[in-house]
């Protein structure tokens, strides 16, 4: 069974930071480009960052770049977003995805809920 949890979301002060984390199961981790994404409400969902199957390569957003930073662990089967200098235009949920483009295969976490807000 598939499974991709997300944590580490919450309240946070404009200016400070989160990080969230992705455990995987249920799939060999290692293959698969892993992507953070978020929604805010009334706005479509939007890649905020992502990285390759090896972590060589990794790309953000233009609106978080410099202050969000995306990382994996194969090991632990995680993948992180670390989210610092935090603005209210980041709140939204974020959600988890892994993708095997050779395959095919692709799938998503739940969701957690990031809200910047003195």
């Known amino acids: 069974q598939v499974r991709l949890v997300e944590s580490g979301g919450g309240l946070v002060q404009p200016g400070g930071s989160l990080r969230l984390s992705c455990a995987a199961s249920?799939?060999?981790?290692?293959?698969?480009?892993m992507s953070w994404h978020r929604q805010a409400p009334g706005k479509e969902r939007e890649l905020v960052a992502a990285i390759s199957s090896l972590g060589g390569s990794t790309n953000y957003a233009d609106s978080v770049k410099g202050r969000f930073t995306i990382s994996r662990g194969d090991a632990k089967n995680t993948v992180y977003l670390q989210m610092n200098s935090l603005k209210a235009d980041d709140t939204a949920v974020y959600y988890c995805?892994?993708?095997?483009?050779?395959?095919?295969?692709?799938?998503w976490g739940q969701g957690a809920q990031v809200t910047v807000s003195s």
């Open positions: 249920g799939f060999t981790f290692r293959r698969y480009a």
């Open positions: 995805n892994a993708e095997d483009e050779i395959r095919g295969y692709n799938y």
